[in-house]
């Protein structure tokens, strides 16, 4: 087999993390060179723009893009006109209309575009789904709190437009949530905790939709101390079942069940591998346009305001 080259755009927290160590764990990939304003990875060519990578690497026909969502469109946009495939980090885009107009240009180009979704390749996620399948809904229940200044420190961009707020982290649920639920649900009610002083919500509640008299709610909190809670508990006519630490561990009727696979961002990876070699796309808006419908739904209150 021989490994695709790929660059790296922005060297953050999630690049350091998992795509850097999940490239190199992989023989499918290559980390040819990065793009980073302040200066990538030691021994990796570093070009300060994408554009200065496009234009010098031609050679190079994937990249990963590891920025916050609201440059991510330019970015995407630049590479697939360069006609390269590209994995873009969640949420696929700042607004739902940029997810649909980069899956049109990718489709037009003939790359791949592949909206990731980390957390639906948690450990326990598919087993969840597989079970679920012919059961009858009755309620579900999320809870996402972690404590944002000890996973978002110094990170400005969460509370800017656009950046997310508490639905950063609370994506990751939704999009655990629609992949897993044998039915459609929407948002019904919202309601966002706006720190006085910044753009962006420190916590969510959040109320949906979906068939018969489905009860199904989510919270999302920014403000939690002591440990993080990401857990999802779903009660059918069959059992209860609960995803727990992000839907790494799984349980029906409290019993815990085996689960295992390679890691949310080593099954990314071969995922990319996979598209990339069958001419195929990934791109799945759904979670997005659960967030983007509480910001268009949601009652506004303000809270106490946040420093750092
Ligand atoms: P981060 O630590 O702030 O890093 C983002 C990097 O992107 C920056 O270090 C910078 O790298 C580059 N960048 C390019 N344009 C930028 C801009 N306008 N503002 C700020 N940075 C810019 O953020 P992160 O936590 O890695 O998150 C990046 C994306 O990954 C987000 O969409 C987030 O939801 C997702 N994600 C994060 C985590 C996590 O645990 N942190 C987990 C899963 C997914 P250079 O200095 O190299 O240019």
């Given at each position: 087999m021989t490994a695709t080259d790929i660059a790296i755009v922005g060297v953050g927290k999630i690049a350091r993390d998992q795509h850097i160590p999940s490239i190199a764990a992989d023989?499918?990939?290559?980390?040819?060179a990065t793009v980073s304003?302040?200066?990538?990875?030691?021994?990796t060519e570093n070009h300060e723009t994408l554009d200065a990578l496009l234009e010098a690497r031609p050679d190079i026909p994937a990249v990963s893009l590891c920025m916050?969502?609201?440059?991510r469109y330019e970015a995407a946009r630049a590479a697939i006109a360069a006609g390269r495939h590209v994995m873009l980090e969640k949420?696929?885009?700042?607004?739902?209309a940029e997810v649909f107009a980069l899956e049109r240009l990718a489709r037009e180009a003939g790359v791949t575009l592949f909206a990731t979704?980390?957390?639906?390749?948690?450990?326990?996620v598919a087993a969840a789904k597989d079970w679920l399948a012919d059961k009858n809904i009755r309620r579900l229940r999320v809870d996402w709190k972690e404590d944002v200044r000890k996973w978002?420190?110094?990170?400005?961009w969460i509370w800017e437009?656009?950046?997310?707020?508490?639905?950063?982290?609370?994506i990751n649920a939704l999009s655990i949530v629609t992949e897993i639920m044998p039915v459609p649900l929407h948002l019904s009610a919202a309601e966002l905790s706006f720190p006085?002083?910044?753009?962006?919500?420190i916590a969510a509640d959040l109320t949906f939709a979906g068939p018969g008299d489905i009860d199904a709610t989510a919270t999302f909190d920014?403000?939690?101390?002591g440990g993080e809670i990401w857990q999802i508990e779903i009660e059918t006519d069959a059992g209860t079942l609960k995803l727990t630490e992000g839907g790494d561990r799984l349980f029906i009727d409290g019993a815990e069940q085996e689960v295992a696979n390679a890691g949310e961002y080593p099954e990314l990876y071969r995922r990319f591998a996979h598209l990339i070699d069958t001419g195929a796309s990934d791109v799945d808006p759904a979670p997005l346009i659960h967030v983007a419908d509480a910001f268009l739904l949601g009652r506004r209150i303000v809270t106490a305001p946040f420093h750092d």
């Open positions: 023989p499918g990939f290559t980390l040819a304003r302040s200066g990538g990875v030691d021994g916050p969502p609201v440059p949420p696929p885009g700042a607004t739902v979704w980390h957390s639906r390749h948690a450990a326990g978002h420190p110094g990170q400005a437009p656009g950046g997310l707020g508490v639905f950063d982290p609370g006085e002083n910044r753009d962006t919500p920014w403000r939690q101390e």
